[in-house]
């Protein structure tokens, strides 16, 4: 289970994002997208088009921390957002499930980059 400081919230992206952005990248989308702070301490989650990479965005004291995890198969089972939702919330219970379950009905294995 996630371990996360009193009154830090864990906001979902509706739509896939560009898996190629970094900190700075994410950090723009949280404002112009989202309509958050970045800087505020909470989490942003985004997910690719293909639902098998997550990207987590958060300020630590200091500075952009990103946390990144790719699938070899199956896709992440995201909430379903309201039509017109930018963003879903999440409690941490509920970001540690999405993190773990993965659908891997019709996946296809990767095939190892050399």
Known sequence: MLRLPEGVRIWVATAPCD???QADG???LVESSLGQQPRSG?????F???MDFVR???WDTNGYCTVSKRLETGRFRVPAPVEGQAA???EARQLA???ALVESSGAARRKPVH
């Open 19 to 21: 898996m190629r952005k």
């Open 26 to 28: 994410l950090s723009a």
């Open 42 to 46: 909470h989490l942003f989650v985004f």
């Open 48 to 50: 690719s088009k293909r």
């Open 56 to 58: 987590i965005l958060f």
């Open 88 to 90: 879903v919330h999440l």
């Open 97 to 99: 499930e999405l993190l």
